[in-house]
């Protein structure tokens, strides 16, 4: 079997390409069952390889290779060997030379959606990590660097829009042919991954942009004809994002153009190919009838995500695929940056952290744990993880901590500095942070090296007669596969101590200067601070604005967390304590089985009352008091309970938490339910989404009371909602109902034409918690607007089944296992990368009850008997790991 044959790749046996390749000229005559494309390398040979002599191994795969030269000259078959992998030209010249080829993919044919394939009757690519070497022969890496020159050539009819990346060059008819060609060049040199090529029949939505610097820009969003009226505000959040850039990090764009194409079809959310950045479409459309504020938020996010490549990414790229955190971490944390300052900065901290903690800190505590920057991999694209994505903007997040903002940003200057135009490793990115400040990060490597997210353990001394505090820290990093054993790490922690009427007292290290940020430094598996001039016993706020992605753990008693609650000047802490006050009550509640004292008794009902207060507090932004109303989510609670997790319990409990809040500050509630009502038209600007989150939030609570008024409210704001937010905000939380099935068909036959509003509909049933969800899902999965080749829809129903269901997907029979496991097969064989990823759902099958272990495991072994790709089979065998 191909799949036990696959050799780990290891990042220490990294070494410089034999050859190097300074142009790429490509011609593209494009058809949808063979594309021929040629292609002549401009090569010589690398001078820091020493490989004079050595073989040409250019990476090729399901390519008819058509016709090979070198130099002009034709090869015989003597000259080469060609196999399923790779072309090896077994002598070429010790001097710079040329290799051209001819060879023909099928577009059509292409269900990986790697490489060149079709989406709805446009042509387009996805090349990163490996699938330029599904386009053409190349060596596919991305420390080759070359500067590209494309001509599409294509039915001019069918494909009047010809894009690739750079600046358009030439254009024109192929006279007496029904052809028409375009001619891109891009002046940046740029690895393979980052080459983009889309062509169809597309409208064409187009701005400007004038750099800092005065020069002008051409900005186009292509998208299918007839919705170029959902483009407006993807196209403001680009212009906001380049703006941006320039000011926050002084990085200016650098082409004449830059282009966005929307397309059906796209297994990740969106690629930042140099100057032609391609996006799945639900990450650009958005009119305030089809998309959600939350819509409207990813859309901003991700544009800008894709728009900071163009430094991170692009203009200084990753030596090897073992360095993604460093374009993907540092990617994600300035678009974290980004979205604060368009938004507001806590509430943007809070939705991070709880992505960190839901999707994160599994992966570090599972059987998939890895670090940020992983050590070794068997196939690349299972490695665009949680861990080197959130976490990995966690570590530029502290690094930016310990530096402060201009120290980071000096930091970012010099590595710019050093390393435009060349491929980059994050101990370069490290080096160039650590000589702009002059500070030794040595210990900091750590974080990039250790997986396993690092415990906490804090306790607090108070001595009246010295006035002083003794804060004692105690780390450990847990070990993870591969890694028994863990060095201590360094933890940027913030701080503060509350006095009695809720102030932040000054702090002052003992025999040392004021702490003027409240950042105090742990490097050690055990350490004591002390403070002093403490005049009153202080109430500890620890680790604010989640300073370091660790596990926190301080006892405190539910006095100090209520006090924290309610007065915490760290907006960030003062949410913590909320979840953290539920939490306990939760988990308390879901261990005695779902037992009705900690949820509906009187420490529930402080909770609410507390929650009550600071819903009312009109000096909050409503984003942030919609935030404070949520519940930790079920995930929440099991994460927190670790091992022995019965998700009917932990619902059970989440339930009557729900049901206790909703009843005891009704009136509250609906006060301020009725007086953030909007008027006037939509706007998706953060105050007015912020209003709308406080109304969904009110609602869940009230209509989880069950009583008929408060249903009846849901059905109300469901009908006189005039946005999507609004309506998918009563529709989800009515879907657990049994009035759901009225608002569901109203909602379908409104809908039923719009693939993208359609895939909510097929998401919140996906997601009902009902007893017969996976029968539900079931039957949606043959359902006529259902494909499981459309991975937009297969998130939707499965994803959203699997990842935001634990109840449907736990159910104690196993058909939620059961369920994955057939439908990840189906997929398997025609999408690898879509069905390993669903397959991460079983990553904490070992945290649950034993029975529930013991139905999960033998679809797992089921699975792992089976004929998977290689993507698929890394992640079942390891997730069950070696027992
Ligand atoms: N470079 C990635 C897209 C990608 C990932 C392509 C894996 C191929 C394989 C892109 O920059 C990215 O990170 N996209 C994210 C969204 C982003 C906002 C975190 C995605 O697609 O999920
Ligand atoms: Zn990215």
């Not at 390393?419 to 400040?437: C, I, L, P, R, Y």
């Not at 430094?521 to 001039?533: I, K, L, P, S």
Request: one cysteine or more; hydrophobic letters at 40%; a negative charge.
């Amino acid at each position: 079997m191909n799949q036990t044959t696959r050799q780990p790749k290891l990042l220490k046996d990294y070494a410089p390409p034999n050859y190097l390749v300074d142009t790429v000229d490509l011609d593209f005559a494009l058809d949808p069952n063979a594309t021929r494309v040629k292609s002549k390398l401009r090569l010589r040979p690398n001078p820091k390889a020493g490989a004079a002599g050595r073989p040409l191994v250019l990476d090729g795969e399901g390519l008819v290779l058509q016709s090979l030269a070198l130099d002009g000259k034709p090869l015989g078959l003597d000259d080469y060997r060609l196999d399923e992998k790779s072309l090896t030209i077994l002598s070429v010249p010790d001097r710079p030379f040329n290799v051209e080829t001819v060879a023909l993919c099928n577009p059509e044919a292409n269900t990986a959606l790697s490489g060149l394939y079709r989406s709805r009757g446009t042509y387009c690519t996805q090349c990163e990590p490996e699938g330029f070497r599904r386009i053409t022969f190349f060596l596919d890496r991305p420390d080759v660097l070359a500067i590209y020159t494309v001509r599409i050539e294509a039915d001019a009819e069918t494909a009047p829009v010809l894009l690739s990346n750079g600046n358009p060059a030439a254009a024109g008819k192929v006279p007496g042919t029904g052809r028409h060609f375009a001619l891109w060049h891009d002046p940046h040199p740029k690895p393979s991954y980052l080459f983009a090529l889309v062509g169809g029949n597309l409208a064409q939505v187009p701005s400007r942009f004038t750099t800092a610097s005065g020069r002008d820009v051409a900005l186009n969003i292509y998208v299918e004809p007839g919705k170029e009226d959902r483009c407006g505000w993807a196209m403001e959040s680009l212009k906001r994002a380049m703006r941006w850039d320039e000011v926050r990090f002084g990085r200016e764009y650098d082409l004449e153009m830059f282009n966005i194409v929307a397309v059906s079809d796209f297994n990740m959310g969106a690629m930042e190919n140099k100057g032609l950045n391609i996006f799945n479409d639900k990450l650009v459309l958005a009119r305030p009838d089809t998309a959600s504020d939350a819509d409207y938020g990813a859309i901003e996010g991700v544009i800008a995500h894709e728009y900071f490549h163009n430094w991170t990414g692009d203009r200084v790229t990753c030596r090897d695929w073992f360095q993604l955190c460093l374009k993907e971490g540092l990617t994600v944390f300035r678009d974290q940056e980004f979205t604060a300052d368009m938004r507001s900065g806590p509430v943007k901290r809070i939705l991070d952290v709880r992505a960190l903690k839901t999707r994160q800190f599994p992966e570090d505590a599972g059987p998939l744990a890895h670090p940020v920057r992983p050590a070794s991999y068997i196939e690349i694209n299972n490695f665009y993880t949680a861990t080197v994505y959130e976490k990995g903007a966690e570590l530029c997040r502290m690094l930016q901590t310990l530096l402060g903002r201009d120290g980071f940003r000096k930091g970012l200057d010099l590595y710019f500095e050093r390393h435009d135009g060349e491929a980059a490793t994050v101990e370069d990115f490290v080096a160039a942070m650590a000589d702009s400040s002059g500070r030794d990060l040595s210990q900091f490597m750590l974080w990039y090296n250790q997986a396993g997210t690092p415990e906490l353990a804090c306790s607090l001394d108070y001595d009246a007669r010295s006035k002083q505090v003794r804060l004692s820290v105690n780390q450990v990093v847990p070990p993870t596969p591969g890694q028994a054993r863990k060095e201590p790490m360094p933890i940027p922690l913030k701080l503060g101590l509350l006095g009695s009427n809720g102030d932040d007292l000054p702090l002052k290290l003992a025999g040392g200067a004021p702490l003027a940020d409240g950042l105090i430094e742990v490097t050690g598996r055990e350490q004591t601070f002390t403070f002093a001039d403490v005049p009153t016993a202080p109430t500890p706020s620890l680790l604010r604005d989640f300073s370091a992605p660790v596990r926190l753990n301080i006892s405190l008693n539910p006095d100090q967390i209520e006090f924290l609650m309610m007065h915490d000047s760290d907006p960030f802490n003062r949410w913590q304590a909320a979840q953290s006050y539920a939490t306990n009550l939760l988990t308390a509640a879901a261990r005695d089985g779902g037992s009705e004292e900690p949820v509906a008794g009187r420490e529930a009902i402080r909770l609410a009352q507390a929650l009550g207060t600071t819903a009312s507090e009109a000096s909050l932004s409503a984003a942030y008091r919609a935030e404070f109303l949520k519940l930790p989510s079920e995930s929440d609670v099991a994460r927190e309970l670790g091992k022995n997790v019965d998700p009917d319990a932990v619902r059970k409990a989440y339930e009557a938490l729900r049901a206790t809040i909703g009843r005891k500050i009704k009136a509250t509630l609906v006060e301020i339910y009725d007086s953030s009502a909007a008027s006037g038209a939509f706007s998706p600007d953060a105050e007015s989404a912020g209003k709308r989150a406080l109304r969904g939030a009110i609602l869940d609570l009230l209509v989880g009371t069950g009583e008929a008024a408060e249903i009846a409210r849901g059905l109300r704001h469901y009908r006189e909602a005039s946005n999507m937010t609004d309506a998918i905000a009563a529709l989800s939380i009515l879907s657990h109902l049994h009035v759901r099935d009225e608002v569901l068909a109203d909602f379908y036959a409104r809908w039923q034409d719009e693939p993208l509003v359609l895939d909510k509909w097929f998401a919140v049933q996906a997601r009902a918690t009902r007893p017969d969800s996976v029968e539900t899902v079931q039957a949606l999965l043959s359902h006529a607007k259902f494909s499981l080749k459309n991975p937009n829809r297969v998130r939707a129903l499965i994803g959203s089944f699997v990842n935001g269901n634990p109840t449907g997907f736990n159910r104690a029979d196993g058909a939620g296992y059961e369920l994955l496991a057939s439908s990840a097969l189906q997929i398997d064989r025609f999408n690898p990368h879509m069905a390993a990823r669903l397959l991460g759902a079983f990553e904490s099958w070992r945290t649950l009850e034993p029975r529930r272990q013991a139905l999960a495991k033998s679809s797992l072994r089921q699975l792992a008997s089976s004929q998977l790709s290689t993507d698929s089979y890394e992640i079942v065998t390891k997730t069950l790991g070696a027992d």
